[in-house]
């Protein structure tokens, strides 16, 4: 009302569940903007989709994981001044997983290893910022031989996602 744009589109109200996940979860809704981005994650992989509010105002969007924000290191979070912004990092990162696996695996394949990795992370991790382990304990989690030194059958995909985001990525051998 009042000439405010409605906001119940399913992706910004899937995000606010995404809130919740948080919590639950124990990620959190800190002040670098992890929570902002992994509910911004939950909404995109719950709909299959990089956009936040596609339409938002008749033409364009909110957010989207096709965005260009780079991380700025472990010791300086929050560094975009704005936990939407400095979400958008996470959020970025996740989608560039799971688009690469897309491509790799195929549509079906590709999203159901990306929303196990994504759901094994937020069950196994207590992770409550943006920092370049995020990547390791992806790798961990899609490990099928107990060595990440030697990657994992995902490992491109999940390396090449962070490292599209400026994460400074793993080095295996």
């Not at 995000?15 to 911004?40: F, L, V």
């Not at 990547?135 to 996602?161: A, C, K, M, R, Y």
């Amino acid at each position: 009302g009042g000439g405010c744009v409605n906001t119940a589109y399913s992706t910004v109200v899937t995000h606010e569940q995404g809130h919740w996940m948080n919590d639950r979860y124990s990620t959190g809704n800190g002040s670098d903007g992890m929570g902002e981005g992994n509910a911004d994650v939950w909404a995109n992989y719950i709909w299959d989709t990089p956009i936040i509010g596609a339409n938002w105002s008749g033409n364009s969007y909110i957010r989207t994981g096709n965005n260009t924000r780079q991380f700025c290191g472990d010791s300086n979070p929050g560094c975009y001044g704005e936990v939407h912004n400095d979400g958008e990092v996470w959020m970025g990162a996740a989608w560039k997983v799971r688009n690469r696996l897309n491509i790799s695996l195929g549509n079906t394949t590709g999203d159901l290893t990306a929303n196990t990795l994504f759901l094994g992370w937020m069950n196994g991790y207590n992770q409550t910022g943006i920092r370049s382990i995020i990547e390791t304990q992806w790798v961990t989690l899609d490990d099928n031989d107990g060595n990440i030194n030697n990657g994992s059958p995902h490992f491109g995909d999940i390396d090449t996602g962070f490292r599209a985001q400026g994460f400074p990525g793993l080095t295996v051998t």
